[in-house]
């Protein structure tokens, strides 16, 4: 092609087919005729890629026409958009068109060099069985996939080669091409193709005998190129205008007339000359009034891109471009090039696609904020019931005042026909966008049924919704998460909550220190007393406050804990003279209490009698001293052990003196 803006996977692609190229002219090995395989797989897998994008643009327009009727929009405004889908309708058909052609020469190309007796007439029109569900088109697949299997032209080389997907038949399924879904023809994976290194048919295909006698297949592909690229440029540019100040329209008309085929198109220089004359030729039709302003640069782009030279350079000697392409080409870097020329088709109708798409220009509401919105059917539900929640996002226009016409317990209006129905009785608000609506009743189940003003192209519309609510009679529950008591020195765990109101709080009468600490959850701290008193009041709209609830708890000071050696349960009288000489430290626990409390020691002495004499050994902290060990290391079996002078710090508050400890060794 001609050049134009080219992405850097492009520009590696061109180049690497160029040094392809060049050593294939040196008469290099066969690995290099394989990198042209590796080289169009490549190809294939972007092509796929692009007609992907392409569809997604496709299915855009169709959704915005849809949205458009929907939404009730003034005639002329769908038959603007109407106007533009055909347009890319015609772009998308008219892009497959060519794709397929190309293919279908790609495929005559590579069976012919097998059996050259083939003709294209058996293989036009194939792409008909999946896009129009044509029999005979279906019949003619059928045939050329049977024919194509028969003649062995793919070995098996160990590469594998592309079946049809899981869970989907493929009744023309063979070895060389596939048609997908969409109708776009496709070559698979030539690693095993037998002929890889045939010279001689794409010569005779598509250059020709000699300069001045071009391969009608040649010079049909070239025809091709060249009329899509003007046909694609007239199907942007032709379509009326805006209409002017001056109440004029113009009837755009691309004219390829205007523009002349470079003769080279190999350095920068020649490159850019030729660019600077199709943009001077653009201009000049923007200002005669032929071409929209707005589609001079993307026509300008297609245009170059999709532009052929008439030679190049072969051997310094200039060589008309199809021969510069095809002659004396072994097939796989035929067909490379052909793949690469239905990329470049694919990715200027994608240009051209996105382009038109940007004329659809449907704007239905006015938003200027976007907020996150959660809301269900009801806001009230018993326990063991569940709530369906939706999240959604809600875009608004914050300068228009909200208006609202509902009914509220009318179980009959909403039911009756629009015409029917008695819109006198509705309740109506006024305010910002956004504000709240204040609702209150008897209790029980309520249900609210309205219309809300909203503005569709600058035209007022009343869009239904609905809302149910439910009111409870105020109640409140207070509980202990651990007992009914409140201990000294402890961070007590409460449960405190109400329902009935927008919220709640609790407070706590008889504590040194009450605080919240999550929903519904407080930690109370006491430090003296015998009772201490906690109620919860719920917290009306006004601010005004309800007791709903109220629980009187006893004070106790925390039980004292009893020690226990690692391994050795703190109910144990005697010890197992292997299991004592294991001990190491000494710990503090809560026998049979629900409390989650952690003591520490701080101190203790542990006593053995040796030789009719009490020997002592201190212990700071929760290990055992040296001297302690030792004493264990050397008790025998009938001996006893003394745990005493035990003291250990609870989560507050100084260290206190715990129970001793006795243990027998057997």
């Known amino acids: 092609m001609g050049g134009g803006k080219e992405t850097p996977r492009q520009k590696m692609i061109g180049l690497m087919y160029l040094v392809l190229m060049a050593m294939l002219a040196m008469n290099v090995s066969k690995e290099i005729i394989n990198a042209f395989v590796t080289l169009n797989n490549k190809l294939e897998s972007s092509i796929e890629q692009t007609e992907n994008a392409n569809n997604t643009l496709l299915s855009e327009f169709g959704q915005a026409l849809q949205s458009l009727k929907a939404q009730g929009a003034p005639p002329s405004e769908v038959k603007r958009v109407e106007m ?12 497959r068109k060519i794709c397929n052609d190309i293919v ?13 007796s083939t003709t294209f007439e058996e293989i036009e029109g194939i792409d008909m069985a999946v896009i129009g569900d044509d029999a005979a088109a279906k019949d003619k697949a059928k045939k050329l996939a049977e024919k194509v299997t028969s003649l062995g032209l793919i070995l098996d080389d160990g590469h594998g080669h592309e079946g049809h997907a899981e869970g989907h038949e493929d009744p023309y399924e063979n070895p060389l091409f596939h048609i997908d879904d969409a109708g776009y023809i496709h070559i698979k994976d030539l690693g095993g193709y037998a002929k890889k290194d045939d010279y001689d048919t794409p010569t005779r295909i598509l250059a020709g005998p000699d300069f001045e006698h071009i391969a009608p297949e040649g010079q049909h592909f070239m025809d091709n190129i060249k009329d899509y690229r003007n046909r694609l440029c007239g199907l942007i540019a032709d379509h009326p205008s805006d209409t002017m100040e001056n109440g004029t329209v113009y009837q755009y008309k691309f004219d390829t007339a205007l523009f002349s085929n470079p003769e080279f198109l190999i350095s920068e220089s020649d490159r850019e000359t030729f660019k600077n004359e199709v943009d001077s030729t653009l201009a000049q039709m923007v200002a005669d009034n032929k071409i929209d302003p707005e589609d001079k640069d993307v026509i300008g782009e297609i245009y170059v891109r999709m532009t052929i030279p008439e030679k190049v350079m072969n051997h310094g000697l200039p060589y008309p471009w199809i021969f510069g392409q095809f002659d004396h080409a072994p097939i796989v870097a035929a067909t490379a090039v052909m793949t690469s020329v239905r990329s470049d088709v694919l990715q200027v109708q994608n240009i051209a696609s996105t382009h038109i798409k940007s004329r659809v220009k449907v704007q239905s509401f006015n938003f200027n904020k976007i907020d996150p919105l959660a809301f269900s059917s009801t806001s009230y539900i018993n326990q063991g019931d569940s709530l369906g929640l939706k999240v959604m996002i809600a875009a608004y226009d914050s300068a228009e005042a909200m208006e609202l016409k509902y009914w509220e317990d009318d179980t009959v209006q909403y039911r009756l026909p629009d015409a029917q129905q008695n819109k006198e009785t509705m309740k109506y608000f006024k305010g910002k966008a956004g504000q709240e609506v204040r609702l209150s009743g008897g209790v029980g189940d309520h249900k609210l049924y309205g219309l809300i003003a909203v503005k569709e192209k600058g035209i007022k519309k009343w869009k239904p919704w609905k809302f149910n609510y439910s009111v409870g009679t105020p109640t409140g529950t207070v509980a202990n998460e651990e007992m009914n008591v409140l201990y000294m020195q402890y961070d007590n765990k409460i449960m405190a909550s109400g329902s009935g109101y927008p919220s709640t709080e609790a407070s706590c009468s008889g504590c040194s220190s009450f605080s919240k600490k999550g929903d519904g959850q407080y930690i109370a701290n006491v430090k003296s007393g015998k009772e201490a008193t906690i109620t919860v009041q719920g917290i009306g709209s006004d601010g005004s406050k309800t007791q ?8 106790k000071r925390l039980p004292d804990p009893t020690p226990k050696i690692v391994g050795v349960g703190v109910e144990a009288s005697t010890v197992k003279i292997g299991k004592i000489k294991q001990a190491k430290k000494l710990l503090a626990e809560l026998k049979g209490s629900p409390l989650n409390i952690k003591f520490t020691i701080t101190k203790f002495t542990v006593s053995v009698v040796k030789n009719g004499e009490v020997a002592e050994a201190k212990c700071n902290g929760e290990r055992l001293s040296g001297k302690a060990l030792g004493f264990i290391k050397g008790l025998k079996k009938g001996q006893k052990i003394y745990i005493e002078n035990v003291y250990a710090k609870g989560p507050k508050g100084s260290p206190k003196k715990i129970p001793s400890m006795i243990l027998k060794v057997i």
Do not use: G, M
């Open 104 to 116: 279908k020469r790609n495929i005559l190309l590579l069976v012919s060099a097998v059996d050259p």
């Open 548 to 555: 709903i609830a109220q629980q009187v708890f006893r004070i």
């Open 84 to 95: 533009h889908k055909n347009t890319n309708d015609s772009i998308v058909e008219f892009t």
